[in-house]
């Protein structure tokens, strides 16, 4: 991070006496603020509030915020957005309170400010670094015209559990591919200097492990080894630290009998020490006093707990706001500790420029300009196409010819309300581009007949509870059985059937966890029926998660995964049903075929007593009675309309020495009859390792363009670096020995070749 208008001179280099690997010097602006502040003033600082108003990001809104503000109360507030409002804000804290200092103005950004492209778990899908980080930027370029300089993401919790509604949010099971898209997100919405007016300070969230909730509910206990910790989950906002993110939130969940937020070893050790990480931490929402309900004592006891643990900032709560300084009066907490916290907000201020022009992000021109363009549009557009995964082919159906006779059935065909997904509260519903709306527009040619032939739903109860943001399951006056005529009645005058089925926006996202992961009742009907009138039938199928589909895979249909892909939906799956662009989404989280294989992940270890390779049965062997080990749809699984194979899979050499470094290569082929992508993926396993490896890792992954009939080579360059792995002590090491790899198109790809590094 570029420190701007400031020269250091030595004089002022002082330290702020961490006791960790790192030094951080000390900013001349900031020491002179503190140097002036008293204790509520600094407490102050630590307060981040909400004032309501817009959507609703947790289950409390704060009050009286203008006189918290005036009153030198508040360091940030979040939920507040315009040029406009902002400038507002800063003017109540820097005409108003004693020192003048503005404010952190948050939100959540999740997927796209105003331009809202495919939730994160779709994102992730497309395997593209420079997608993921462009959509970043752009979502920073959009943000901050609006006033927002700081954002609560990029989310990068590992997941594993599709009950879990927060799934969505995250980039799926992988560590490695976890961390390669934190870093991307972190660099695209800070840039190469988070003071410029289009960039923006980006929090990784939520540390850590929230993603492993017990049972899949949301907030629930999650009780992980150290060593899975390190291995597996850990890793993500690692490398979002090292990326130099500017801060990390905590999550709601305890970790080895300590939440998150009260977490010395967390927060502290971990974090600052070993990671040395230099930004300051936030709590989630209320997550201080959830630590009364966890049961650790009353406000006064968790806020402190919290601020010694090295949490800076209380979000919505209040407890350090009406507790820190009677803690420190009764000497439960130093003002040591809540110097450095002001600090750290302070230092957060002057990187993103706030200490030297408080309006930096008050440019009423701009949002006209940057927000909403149809740069930005195209930019969601192409995001979404490269999200989707084709699940199934049958017959050639896809892609669909331009003049066509279609029918487009199902309850999310015609259907703005559902485009966005999860967590897009900066988005409007009202300006997404319907499914029907988007074929007609790619083929206007095409004859396309529309009819929602089922409700996401037929449960009233079930939709009240989804529909907490507004409509998103409509049940219809009709009765299911004339939905469902009028749909097979346009299906059996058409030449196919398109049918756009899943989930509604809130069935996935903060407290949507689901214990049943299937399609709707009321839609499986309606494809089965279809399936009848023997039609071509292509299911575009909408989740903010992995979905069992285990019937839906068996069943004559060719399957598009979509997601949900965001502001340009209708035009993104035109594009790709027509074959303007042909899928090259892979999936970022092993399907299950039920419930009852979850958690499941292509990680996994491999036992005392691996299942047999057939997938058929064996007594005293790790495997099921009624179903196979394996996922209906693996980790990395994908496919397109051309097909890719794989040849010349081999090393450079036998040995890799500890200073050198081995390439690995395969070719791939296009053999199929259309240009396409595909996302070439590297594993390795550690044969023999001092603690039990996982089956296979994901070590590298390459998207390459091929034409027809092309063949390229695609080389990963390995060192001993990319090796190393915790070991019992939770040192990261690598250990000689042989290791195998695979090259190819999916985790389920077979052994390939081997090597052995060497001492
Ligand atoms: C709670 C969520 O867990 C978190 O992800 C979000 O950033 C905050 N609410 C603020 O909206």
Redesign the pocket.
């Known amino acids: 991070m570029k420190m701007r208008k400031f020269k250091l001179s030595v004089a002022l280099l002082l330290f702020t006496g961490l006791s960790g690997l790192q030094a951080q010097e000390k900013i001349p602006q900031v020491e002179e603020l503190l140097e002036k502040m008293t204790l509520e003033e600094k407490i102050g600082q630590l307060n981040l509030l909400t004032p309501g108003g817009g959507i609703a ?2 289950s409390v809104v704060s009050e009286d915020v203008e006189a918290k503000i005036k009153a030198g109360n508040v360091g940030g507030v ?1 939920g507040v957005s315009s040029p406009e409002r902002v400038r507002q804000a800063q003017e109540l804290a820097v005409k108003n309170s004693r020192l003048g200092i503005p404010l952190l103005i948050g939100s ?1 950004i999740i997927h796209g400010y105003k331009t809202t492209y495919p939730i994160p778990l779709g994102l992730s899908s497309s395997w593209d670094l420079e997608l993921i980080k462009e959509g970043a930027e752009m979502a920073a370029k959009e943000a901050t015209a609006d006033g927002i300089n700081w954002n ?1 993401s990029p ?1 990068v919790d590992i997941a594993r559990d599709p009950r879990w509604g927060r799934i969505a949010e995250g980039a799926g099971e992988d560590p490695y591919l976890g961390s390669q898209i934190a870093k991307a997100m972190v660099e695209g919405y800070q840039g190469e200097d988070m003071s410029l007016p289009h960039t923006m300070m980006a929090t990784v ?2 540390m850590a492990l929230y993603g492993a909730p017990e049972a899949g509910r949301d907030y629930n206990t999650v009780d992980m080894s150290r060593l899975k910790m390190f291995n597996e989950y850990l890793p993500p906002y690692k490398a979002a630290v090292d990326a130099g993110v500017g801060s990390v ?1 905590t999550s709601f969940n305890d970790i080895d009998g300590i939440p998150a937020t009260g977490n010395k070893w967390l927060l502290t050790d971990l974090l600052r020490e070993r990671w040395g990480f230099d930004g300051f931490v936030v709590s ?2 209320t997550s201080v006093n959830e630590m009364i309900a966890h049961g650790l004592g009353d406000l006064q006891a968790v806020s402190a707990l919290a601020i010694n643990a090295g949490l800076d900032m209380d ?1 919505v709560g209040e407890g350090f706001l009406t507790t820190l300084k009677k803690s420190v009066e009764e000497g439960l907490v130093s003002e040591e500790q809540i110097t450095k916290a002001a600090r750290r907000i302070l230092e957060a201020k002057h990187k993103i420029g706030l200490l030297d022009d408080p309006y930096l992000y008050s440019d009423e021109s701009r949002p006209e300009k940057d927000i909403l363009t149809e740069e930005n549009r195209q930019l969601a557009r192409k995001a979404a196409t490269r999200s989707f995964v084709l699940l199934k082919k049958h017959n050639n159906t896809l892609p669909l010819f331009k003049n066509a006779k279609i029918a487009l059935v199902g309850p999310l065909a015609n259907n703005k309300n559902n485009m966005l997904g999860t967590w897009a509260p900066t988005g409007n519903p009202q300006l997404s581009v319907p499914i029907l709306e988007g074929l007609k527009n790619v083929a206007p040619n095409a004859n396309i007949t529309y009819a929602k032939g089922a409700n996401i739903s037929n449960d009233t109860s079930f939709a009240k509870k989804v529909n907490v943001f507004g409509q998103r399951i409509q049940i219809a006056e009709e009765s299911p059985e004339a939905l469902l005529k009028e749909a097979l009645d346009l299906a059996k005058s058409s030449d196919v059937v398109v049918a756009v089925v899943g989930e509604a926006t809130e069935m996935s996202g ?1 407290a949507a966890s689901r214990t049943d992961i299937t399609i709707p009742d009321s839609q499986k009907k309606l494809i089965n029926e279809l399936v009848k009138t023997g039609k071509p039938v292509v299911l575009v199928l909408m989740s903010g998660r992995p979905l069992d589909i285990s019937e839906e895979m068996a069943l004559p249909v060719s399957i598009l995964q979509i997601w949900h892909p965001g502001v340009e939906a209708g035009n993104a799956v035109g594009d790709v049903l027509f074959g303007n662009y042909n899928p090259s989404g892979k999936l970022t989280n092993s399907w299950p075929r039920s419930v009852g294989q979850i958690p499941i992940h292509y990680r996994m270890k491999t036992t005392g007593r691996p299942g047999p390779e057939s997938g058929d049965f064996q007594k005293f062997k790790t495997n099921y009675l009624d179903s196979p080990n394996s996922p209906l749809l693996p980790f990395g699984y994908g496919l397109s309309y051309t097909t890719f194979e794989y040849s010349d899979v081999k090393a450079n050499a036998e040995k890799l020495g500890t200073d050198g470094s081995i390439e690995l290569s395969a070719t791939v082929t296009n053999t199929g009859d259309f240009d396409g992508e595909e996302v070439v993926q590297l594993y390795i396993r550690d044969v023999v390792r001092s603690v039990t490896p996982p089956g296979k890792e994901l070590k590298g992954f390459q998207k390459i363009a091929l034409k027809k009939g092309e063949s390229k080579t695609v080389t990963f360059t390995i060192t001993p670096e990319d090796l190393k792995f915790y070991n019992y002590n939770i040192e990261f090491v690598n250990e000689p020995g042989e290791y195998e790899f695979f090259i190819g198109g999916s985790s389920d790809n077979k052994m390939a070749g081997s090597f052995e590094l060497t001492q």
């Open positions: 990001t947790g979040f959540d609560f989310m969230k939520h939130m989630d929402y979000m903060e």
